[in-house]
Structures are given as structure tokens and as C-alpha cells.
């Protein structure tokens, strides 16, 4: 079945430092990726998105390109800020499995700036 | 601007006791869905519904009941709780087309004891 897999956490970054997070991914078709972010108390938000190989997500200053031939969608940013620290989740939704409205999240990562 | 509304905020249950956590949407999805949220588990799917009167079963549905009788609201019931179910439980929607991102509510955190 599908997966995400994120690096483990937690990050901790100094403000402006520079941000990788890690996400792999197994689809059996041609899924349509996510980063979603989710501050304390909060529910999640979407972040960004790509749905077809090589698009670009970008938002906030924060980037990720869906690249299908290393099955990966890696959420880069290149100076962090404070207000950035929250748990961040990649997550697919693939239409071969059944159900493209349904998403296969993984297990988080969270990101803390120190200023 | 209300999106999805969850309540409610918190909540503690004995063993054995059952409730409902409410999901109310104002963007005329087709979409809802439950996850629940455990440490270092990501987001599991619980049922999800594609319209009113349809509902399914996600990864982890049992123990777990679901109804769909508006488009607007996906009551999610607890039938007799047990602290396996203690989790922070999401409420999420969406347009239901390929691609379509989920609106989640800010959910609900079950305590069971």
C-alpha cells in the first residue's frame, strides 16, 4: 500500500538557518503530494502542494519539488524564522488505491527555531 | 469564515462510556473524514464520507461509528470508550476532486481513563 516516510525529529534550528525535511514516498500510480504544517493547539494547515513530477510547491517562503524518479518531495526553506516552529507532515493522496480524496500522511517532524 | 468546527475542545471519558465528537462544515464539501493523531503515528484515517447518506471505513475505523445525514455534519460516536482510544481526533473536508487539499477543524482532545 502507500506510504510517507519523514525524517525524525526534532529540529532544532537557529533563526535564519536554513531548513531540509526529508520525505520519501511509495504510490502505486502518480499521486498528488502535500506538506501540511500544524502549530500548537491547532489543527493542520496545508502548506503547499504538487500534483504532477517535477512541479514546484511553493508558499511562505517555504519550497518542495516532486521528483519521481528519487520518490521524494523534500520541504526546504533558506532562512527560518521563529514563527515557523510546528510539527510539518508530507502526505499523498493517490488515485490508484481507490480513493483520491483520501490522504496517506506521515509521521511528522517537529521543527523548532531558537532565536 | 468559519471552515470546520469541531466540538468539543476537550474531553475525559471513563472506560466504558460513550460520546460524540461533532464536525461541522460551511463550504459545501462532499468530503469529511476522521483522523485520529498519535505520537509519532502521523494521522490516521478513522471513516470518511463522500456525500451525505455515504460513509466507509479508513484504516482504523473499529470502535468507532459514523453517520452522514447532511452534507454539512459528520458526527463521529464513541460506542464505549476505552484508553486505547485516548488521541487528539481531526475533522477534515474537501472539494473531493483529485488533488483537493483537506480543511481540518482544530480538534478534539479525548482523554479516556
Known amino acids: 500500500g502507500d506510504s510517507v516516510t519523514q525524517m525524525e525529529g526534532p529540529v532544532t534550528l537557529s533563526e535564519e538557518a536554513f531548513l531540509t525535511i526529508n520525505c520519501t514516498y511509495t504510490a502505486t500510480g502518480y499521486p498528488s503530494l502535500f506538506w501540511y504544517v500544524q502549530y500548537p493547539g491547532e489543527g493542520l494547515q496545508l502548506l503547499l502542494k504538487?500534483?504532477?513530477?517535477?512541479d514546484k510547491g511553493s508558499n511562505k517562503g517555504f519550497e518542495a519539488t516532486y521528483r519521481k524518479e528519487t520518490t521524494s518531495f523534500h520541504l526546504e526553506k533558506g532562512s527560518v524564522q521563529v514563527s515557523d516552529s510546528a510539527v510539518y507532515f508530507c502526505?499523498?493522496?493517490?488515485?490508484?488505491?481507490?480513493?483520491?480524496?483520501?490522504?496517506?500522511f506521515g509521521s511528522g517532524t517537529q521543527l523548532t527555531v531558537l532565536p | 469564515n468559519a471552515g470546520v468546527t469541531q466540538t468539543p475542545k476537550f474531553q475525559v471519558l471513563k472506560t466504558g462510556q460513550s460520546m460524540t465528537l461533532q464536525c461541522a462544515q460551511d463550504m459545501n464539501h462532499e468530503y469529511m473524514s476522521w483522523y485520529r493523531q498519535d505520537p509519532g503515528m502521523g494521522l490516521r484515517l478513522i471513516h470518511y464520507?463522500?456525500?451525505?447518506?455515504?460513509?466507509d471505513q479508513g484504516e482504523v475505523p473499529n470502535g468507532y461509528n459514523v453517520s452522514r445525514s447532511t452534507t454539512e455534519d459528520f458526527p463521529l460516536r464513541l460506542l464505549s470508550a476505552a484508553p486505547s482510544q485516548t488521541s487528539v481526533y481531526f475533522c477534515a473536508s474537501s472539494l473531493g476532486r483529485l488533488g483537493s487539499p483537506l480543511h481540518f477543524g482544530n480538534g478534539t482532545r479525548l482523554t479516556v481513563t
Open positions: 464520507s463522500v456525500g451525505a447518506g455515504i460513509t
Open positions: 504538487a500534483t504532477k513530477a517535477d
Open positions: 502526505a499523498l493522496s493517490d488515485p490508484s488505491s481507490g480513493s483520491a480524496r483520501q490522504l496517506t
